[in-house]
T-cell receptor, first 110, second 112 residues
Framework: LAKTTQPISMDSYEGQEVNITCSHN???????ITWYQQFPSQGPRFIIQ???TKVTNEVASLFIPADRKSSTLSLPRVSLSDTAVYYC???????????FGKGTRLSVIA | DAEITQSPRHKITETGRQVTLACHQT?????MFWYRQDLGHGLRLIHY???????NKGEVSDGYSVSRSNTEDLPLTLESAASSQTSVYFC???????????FGPGTRLTVL
């Protein structure tokens, strides 16, 4: 599975847009990029998944450039409730377990 | 609504005891997973199953076992609990390879 690298932590003020970049230089053709969010004392939950270009849902946007060596999770106008750990994963289209790194700890400040 | 549950939510046990953590899902998913989460290590895969009677070891499987006798349940057993197994344990399930993976609420286990 492709290894992903993301910042350990980020801080943001409420109302700002937050962009978390993930590097995945050796991503395979069959890999998708998937982001999970984890609040304290809860299990991770799926946010968004993409293969290339841009994907948007009610929670976030995911930008993946043509070379697919990196991707950016964009959270519009964050609130205090967006404080969480965000995990970037390269998920193989074959049936293999998800491998989580340490994620990015986002702290939203009032 | 379909869901994934874990029990107990909190457990305190003593070193050397056998402990079983339950995981039950009503999604009818074939794929089920157990992870542990410790400060500084993120989520680490313990065991997983792709279907009934199928079990596989993850990266931190020593001291743990699982069995899959039906689609809904994947219990995790600590054969002889050790203090190093104090952790938060998460069970997860998913349908196909690219489906969303759903996590349970977690079990906080303390081994004294």
């Amino acid at each position: 599975l492709a290894k992903t690298t993301q910042p350990i932590s980020m801080d943001s003020y409420e109302g700002q847009e937050v962009n978390i970049t993930c590097s995945h230089n050796n991503i395979a053709t069959n890999d998708y990029i998937t982001w999970y969010q984890q609040f304290p004392s809860q299990g991770p939950r799926f946010i968004i998944q993409g293969y290339k270009t841009k994907v948007t849902n009610e929670v976030a946007s995911l930008f993946i450039p043509a070379d697919r060596k990196s991707s950016t999770l964009s959270l519009p106008r964050v609130s205090l409730s967006d404080t969480a750990v965000y995990y970037c994963l390269a998920t193989f289209s074959g049936n293999t377990p998800l491998v989580f790194g340490k994620g990015t700890r986002l702290s939203v400040i009032a | 609504d379909a869901e994934i549950t874990q029990s107990p939510r909190h457990k305190i046990t003593e070193t050397g005891r056998q402990v079983t953590l339950a995981c039950h899902q009503t999604w009818n998913h074939n794929n089920m997973f157990w992870y542990r989460q410790d400060l500084g290590h993120g989520l680490r895969l313990i065991h997983y199953s792709y279907g009934v009677q199928d079990t596989n070891k993850g990266e931190v499987s020593d001291g743990y076992s699982v069995s899959r006798s039906n689609t809904e349940d994947l219990p995790l057993t600590l054969e002889s609990a050790a203090s190093s197994q104090t952790s938060v344990y998460f069970c997860a399930s998913r349908g196909t390879a690219t489906d969303t993976q759903y996590f349970g609420p977690g079990t906080r286990l303390t081994v004294l």
